[in-house]
């Protein structure tokens, strides 16, 4: 009886580590989802920010490419920033695990 109860509790620990893991998945699965989101809105945030810029100071005629090459350059040094941080979270993890 007792060799059946270990088994039984047994069983149960390993179901619970199975539903951990699958749990641990969903969780990588959403940041990443979050990740994408957040670089979405960065883009959009500095289209906006780019517009909104050129649209205070100038005439009504506007230079498309130039704002088209500045929205482009802002969204390079976000990309960058961004990287930047995905670096750092990537050695504060690794730092946490070791």
Do not use: F
Not at 4 to 28: F, H, R
Not at 32 to 57: D, F, N, P, Y
């Amino acid at each position: 009886q007792n060799e059946k109860e270990l088994q039984d509790v047994v069983k149960q620990q390993e179901e619970k580590i199975l539903q951990l893991i699958d749990k641990s998945g969903e969780v990588t699965r959403l940041k990443g989802e979050i990740s994408q989101l957040k670089r979405s809105l960065q883009r959009a945030e500095t289209e906006a920010k780019v517009l909104w810029e050129e649209m205070r100071g100038q005439e009504p005629k506007l230079d498309t490419t130039y704002v088209q090459e500045r929205v482009l350059l802002r969204q390079e040094v976000d990309k960058l920033r961004l990287l930047l941080l995905e670096k750092e979270d990537e050695n504060v993890l690794l730092s946490d695990k070791y």
